[in-house]
């Protein structure tokens, strides 16, 4: 069976997100080279790891394009943007393709700890990981949350031969709320005229999730929308 269009843009933005990451450890390689003109061998992925906050496996996995970036928790894009020396924007256009983040990868906080204290890098990655988490601000739009949803639809426009609008339609009309300025805001966010915010999401998780539950053949719980968010 042919993969959907969504799971082929899934792969190709695994790719980008394993390419970034090679450019960051293959750029603070060059970066410490040039700055102390010693050579300390590449940034592994272990040691990358413990920068990030998850296991070696999972770095390996991110490399090796397996994972898709909007699968991945939103503190830990903050973490890996922050080091690639990109604002979550770029970040993320680099990830649709929209732009190449090649020139602008700068591992700034990397490179910082690299000149403070080279030769005890090793040592002080083991010995101290990371645990200070980026907070999400509540007013935040999310893109990636509205491109989840809409992605989903036009797989489902594809599977189910509907079309967009007629999904719409099916999908507002099993959104369990009341409220009419939800109903609006998640219309609003189907059509990609707006983002919810974090604060959005935690209130409307549960009315997207049943309405996509009713309307997408494969169901979506609350939590998954939820893992979207740090």
């Excluded at 894009?77 to 690639?84: E, F, K, N, T, V």
């Excluded at 509205?146 to 999904?167: F, H, N, P, W």
Aim: hydrophobic residues 45%; charged residues 20%; contains cysteine.
């Amino acid at each position: 069976m042919a993969p959907t269009e969504f799971e082929v843009e899934a792969a190709q933005r695994a790719l980008r997100l394993a390419h970034l990451l090679q450019q960051l450890r293959a750029a603070a390689y060059q970066q410490a080279t040039e700055i102390t003109g010693l050579s300390i061998g590449s940034l592994s992925k272990r040691k990358l790891s413990q920068l990030l906050g998850v296991s070696p496996t999972l770095i390996n996995k991110y490399e090796n394009a397996e994972i898709d970036p909007w699968d991945i928790r939103w503190s830990l894009i903050r973490q890996i943007a922050h080091l690639c020396g990109l604002s979550l924007d770029d970040f993320d256009k680099a990830l649709v393709g929209e732009e190449s983040a090649s020139d602008a990868t700068q591992p700034a906080e990397l490179l910082e700890e690299l000149q403070l204290q080279l030769q005890r890098l090793a040592t002080a990655l083991e010995h101290q990981p990371m645990t200070a988490k980026p907070t999400l601000a509540p007013n935040q739009p999310i893109p990636w949350f509205g491109r989840y949803l809409r992605a989903l639809i036009a797989d489902e426009v594809g599977e189910s031969g509907k079309t967009e609008q007629a999904v719409h339609r099916l999908l507002v009309a099993a959104f369990p709320s009341s409220n009419s300025a939800l109903t609006d805001r998640f219309q609003a966010v189907l059509r990609g005229e707006a983002e919810l915010t974090a604060a959005e999401i935690e209130e409307m998780a549960a009315p997207i999730a049943a309405a996509l539950s009713v309307v997408i053949a494969t169901p979506v719980t609350a939590s998954q929308l939820h893992s979207l968010l740090p």
